[in-house]
């Protein structure tokens, strides 16, 4: 089964709560392009991962064990699988991977359970595990709101702007942690943070307008303390605009970035991945994919 990466199109930050994390408005799509989780019956009777990445760990600090483990107090159904994680989703990269393994988990255990879990408990469930964990149960794009587990379906004139395009996702040698990036963020309040109102605004303005293009979609206000923290991050984006005409957005909390294709635009794709490994070197990891089509049972 595809686990796959996500982008944040739309990424407003709009305060802290009292609890502690953030709330937010976002518009999120998976990708064509993740990692890979397959299961089979594990023969100790519990949940076991095997991972392709030995840097990743596979204990219970895991969100796939984690995720087997909540299905299993959820549904009174032991969780006995073995599950096998192909990686090539980066971590510390704002591209969801962990997220993703968790929700992948939950659909594998589901369909093996003799009961399985209706569709709003599987997300609910979900959204226990990680804010962004819901949006990966149906493939495709939705908005998000709350800490990230209010989610929205989009109406089909929206998919459509979205569903297919091609993008161009790269990532530089180091990884942003998410808590230093929410911490930065928090320390440069008030100015940090988009208002709910006008977050709201220019959203909604982008899916009421079915002649805006995509890329007027694009904003992520927690851009600011990686960019002044990592100047390998803008000095990129500038040259990429500067030579190909694109414009370059982080994902989430990032480090990973990303450009949005026209069609019909030859080998500017490669012109680009050239660029990046120019700027970042070759170890940049740089994938051309699309943004996926598929739509989240809420």
């Known amino acids: 089964m595809l686990s796959p990466a996500k982008l944040n199109l739309f990424l407003a930050i709009t305060n802290r709560r009292p609890d502690g994390f953030h709330d937010l408005v976002s518009l999120a799509a998976p990708l064509d392009w993740g990692d890979d989780l397959t299961a089979e019956p594990s023969g100790s009777g519990q949940a076991e991962l095997v991972c392709s990445d030995p840097a990743v760990p596979t204990g219970q600090e895991n969100l796939v064990i984690k995720a087997a483990a909540a299905f299993a107090a959820a549904s009174g159904q032991p ?168 414009t370059v957005r982080m994902s989430g909390s990032g480090s990973a970035c990303f450009a949005i294709l026209s069609p019909g635009m030859g080998d500017i794709p490669d012109a680009v991945a050239a660029t990046v490994r120019e700027c970042w070197g070759a170890s940049a990891l740089c994938v051309a994919t699309n943004l996926a089509s598929g739509q989240i049972p809420v």
């Open 79 to 246: 969780a006995a699988l073995r599950f096998h994680l192909t990686k090539r989703i980066p971590m510390g990269a704002g591209l969801g991977g962990g997220s993703s393994n968790a929700a992948a988990a939950l659909l594998l255990l589901n369909r093996a359970a003799a009961r399985p879990l209706p569709a709003a408990e599987l997300v609910a469930l979900a959204g226990q595990l990680g804010s962004d964990c819901p949006l990966f149960l149906g493939g495709g794009p939705v908005v998000m709101r709350g800490r990230g587990e209010r989610l929205s379906a989009l109406e089909a004139g929206a998919r459509r702007r979205i569903a297919g395009r091609s993008v161009l996702v790269f990532k530089p040698g180091f990884a942003i942690s998410t808590p230093w990036a929410y911490g930065q963020l928090a320390a440069a309040a008030p100015g940090s943070y988009l208002p709910p109102a006008e977050a709201e605004r220019r959203l909604g303005a982008w899916l009421a307008d079915e002649s805006a293009p995509l890329e007027s979609l694009l904003l992520n206000n927690m851009e600011s303390p990686a960019f002044a923290k990592f100047p390998a991050l803008p000095a990129l984006a500038e040259r990429i605009w500067q030579r190909h005409g694109l």
